[in-house]
T-cell receptor
Framework: GEDVEQSLFLSVREGDSSVINCTYTDSSSTYLYWYKQEPGAGLQLLTY?????DMKQDQRLTVLLNKKDKHLSLRIADTQTGDSAIYFC???????????FGSGTRLSIRP | GAVVSQHPSRVICKSGTSVKIECRSL??????MFWYRQFPKQSLMLMAT?????????EQGVEKDKFLINHASLTLSTLTVTSAHPEDSSFYIC????????????FGQGTRLTVV
């Protein structure tokens, strides 16, 4: 079946790196995404990675994919207060017909 | 990125009435639109997938007669919550993709529905 799992909370100190982890079960996933949701708002696509890639970097964001372990991570370098949000990991179903989301990780920043 | 506009952003309605939520792709044609529901502090639950010009495909457990979805054009999909009840209160979010080959899904800002 389809399942995407994330830890619910992460707290980091401002300026440190944040690492948000995600595991998925569908081995035929073709694309994996990271979305950011600020309070009361919709979702903002942060980045995505093809399943045949190991890593993707985009400014402060680094995505690592371990396809063997079905593990995806998002690293945010130099975390700022504006990074406080819920981060959703998502995969596109193998039939490309729908996107399945994880539970979301609430990232909080402490001074 | 492309823009998806969802309207209204907030709505309060009385029990028993129906509410329509619109989702528009403003600068691209969306062959596929998705409707999600989000309960407080929970993830998004896919309700249905709609392709332009055809009937929506509902996920298991979602009542199609309760949540009517219309995708009449390539830029507009609507979700109508019929005979709303307080348990239908939730955050509803739509998403649109340009084509089945397109990797990105663009999201609306969501609609906070409160049924009193």
């Amino acid at each position: 079946g389809e399942d995407v799992e994330q830890s619910l909370f992460l707290s980091v100190r401002e300026g440190d790196s944040s690492v948000i982890n995600c595991t998925y079960t569908d081995s035929s996933s073709t694309y994996l995404y990271w979305y950011k949701q600020e309070p009361g708002a919709g979702l903002q696509l942060l980045t995505y990675i093809f399943s045949n890639m190991d890593m993707k970097q985009d400014q402060r964001l680094t995505v690592l994919l371990n396809k063997k372990d079905k593990h995806l991570s998002l690293r945010i370098a130099d975390t700022q207060t504006g990074d406080s949000a819920i981060y959703f990991c998502a995969e596109i179903h193998s039939s490309a017909s729908k996107i399945i989301f994880g539970s979301g990780t609430r990232l909080s920043i402490r001074p | 990125g492309a823009v998806v506009s969802q309207h209204p952003s907030r709505v309060i309605c009385k029990s028993g009435t129906s509410v329509k939520i619109e989702c528009r792709s403003l600068d691209f044609q969306a062959t596929t639109m998705f409707w999600y529901r989000q309960f407080p502090k929970q993830s998004l639950m896919l309700m249905a997938t709609s392709n332009e010009g055809s009937k929506a495909t509902y996920e298991q457990g979602v009542e199609k007669d309760k949540f009517l979805i219309n995708h009449a054009s390539l830029t507009l999909s609507t979700l109508t919550v019929t005979s709303a009840h307080p348990e239908d209160s939730s955050f509803y979010i739509c998403s649109a993709r340009a084509s089945i080959l397109n990797t990105e899904a663009f999201f609306g800002q969501g609609t906070r529905l409160t049924v009193v």
